[in-house]
């Protein structure tokens, strides 16, 4: 009954009948994995998908020099590996946790014949791949088109609208990490940091950010440039 119900509370599943989640309840695996573990590397066949209830994971590209690209931070209710999965192929990228976590796997062989025999379970999968592929296509726009300081403040701003228009913020990722995510060395986003602090965009202690001017980071987001 604590799977079926933690499986409710997930965005993908959720409003599925109850019929539909017990159907759910019996392929799912259950796993707690530590921090620093691999979930799954770039090359694996897409056996399943995740679904992460606690913790946090990063999903990775690893360039031939061994530099570290974060494509996304995977939080409690999302789903991840998905896409390959439908498709049928290998897993285009690493992931790995950075704190111990709690995640859901569902088999890709039973979870296909479950919506084979209940095609209402994908409805809800799409509007979650809808709202992923234009994630990515931000993330893609940003590190081509952005300078650092713009791709900071589009960030911040994203967690502000996630935590309900809060003007104060903590990171739940390492500086390091959100370097890896927005494209940068963590010496040039303190300095960002540091610069967006002493204009009055925002306040910022150790983690927590508190925003000051949004109408500043809304340009800045936008292709804006710091004031000399």
Known sequence: MEVIKRIAEVPLFKGLPKAQLEKLATIVLDRTLKRGQAVF????????FYVM?????????LSSEGKEQILHIIGP?????EVPMFAGEQFPAN?????ECRILFFPRA???ELVRREPSLAMNMLSILSKRLRQF???????????????????LLYLSDR??????????????????LLGTIPETLSRILGRMDSQGFIQVKGRRIRLLDRKALEDLAA??????
């Open 110 to 112: 039973d979870f296909m």
């Open 95 to 99: 992931a790995e946790t950075i704190e």
């Open 53 to 61: 209830l606690s913790g946090r994971a990063k999903v990775f590209k």
């Open 223 to 228: 292709g804006g440039k710091f004031l000399v």
């Open 137 to 155: 296509s931000s993330l893609i726009e940003d590190l081509s088109l952005k300078e650092v300081s713009g791709r900071l403040a589009a960030y």
């Open 77 to 81: 209710g999302e789903p991840f590996g």
């Open 41 to 48: 590397s770039e090359g694996d066949e897409a056996s399943g």
């Open 163 to 180: 935590d309900h228009s809060s003007d104060k913020l903590e990171l739940d990722i390492a500086k390091v990490q959100l370097a890896s």
